[in-house]
Each structure stands twice: as structure tokens, then as C-alpha cells.
């Protein structure tokens, strides 16, 4: 797998402050998913990542549960916090970019999350968040300047292989053009 290249230009607009002179358009399809995902109980009965040694909702410890996985509902794993401070709920794949409706998995599902901004650097389908099970990925589309991984309290941000989907955790910040958007959840480090 190739290396990260360190000497692209992108990596140096990440310092720059957020480019939010645009606004954020989604449409507005928010029915909940009821995709069924093998999870565990905490002794409040919260339905969780059987993988998360604390319950996302209220934080109670799950290390002394018998950890039988049982079949329910997905709960929304968190959000994405997009710069300019508008927040899109996980519960179902996104597809981020100028012309975003455009991505055949957004007749699948998927969610068009519609950035824009002549200069911000963005591909009309620039990257796909995609859920399977309790785990996040993202998938740069074969964007123009591609999308760059900054995992949290990792010094070294990771640019994407396009078409290769790598998870993310809570806490990554996900840098496409001068645009960058955060993987936040109850489950942040
Ligand atoms: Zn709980």
C-alpha cells in the first residue's frame, strides 16, 4: 500500500482557520434506520457496542456483564460535526461533497451531505461515510484533493487511498479541500 505522501500542499490549508462562508444544505430524509446490529445490555439496560468497556449513554462500566451479544436496533453512533457547527446524525451513510446526489449510493440510501464554495476545494462527490455494524468508515470518492485522517492525539494525519475505506473513531477529524468534518460520539476518547 503506498505511503501517505508528506510533501502534497494539502496538508499545510489544514492550519488555516474553518472556510465557512458557505452554508451546509442536506435534504431532509431523516427517517430512522432500524438495521438490526448484535449488541449488549448495560445493567440500565442500554444497548450498546459489545467492543466499549463503558455505556455510551450513561457511562456505567459494562466490564462486570456476561457480554451475551443480543440482536436490536442500531442506535445512532454519534454524529458529524461539520465545520461551520452544523451536526448530521449517524444512523445512516452520508456522501459528502458539491454535487453529492449525484453518488449512485445515494439512491441506495445514503445521505447527500451537500457542502459548498466555488474555492473550498471540495469534488462533487468527494468522500462516503459508510456504517457497518458499530463501525465508522470513510472511503475517499477520487477526490480532486483528496481527504486527509486526523485520528485524535495521532501527530501524524493520514491521507486517504482512493476507493480504500479506513475506519475512523470518535474524535478523527476528516479534512477534504479546506473543508473538514468530525467524527463525534458519546464514545470520544
Ligand atoms: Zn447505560
Redesign the pocket.
Known sequence: MRQPDRSAPFEAVLLLPAYTDAPTVIATRDEPTQLLVEGVH?????F?DPAVPY?Q????SMAQLTHVTVLGPRPPLGVLLLDDGATFRLDADYVVGREPHRDPAVARGARPLRVTGSASGVSRQHLRITLTGWTVRVVDLGSANGTVLEPPRDPHPRRLEPGVPAEITPGTRVAFGLRWLRYESHRNP
Open positions: 448495560c445493567a440500565n439496560g442500554h450498546n455505556c449513554l450513561c457511562g456505567i
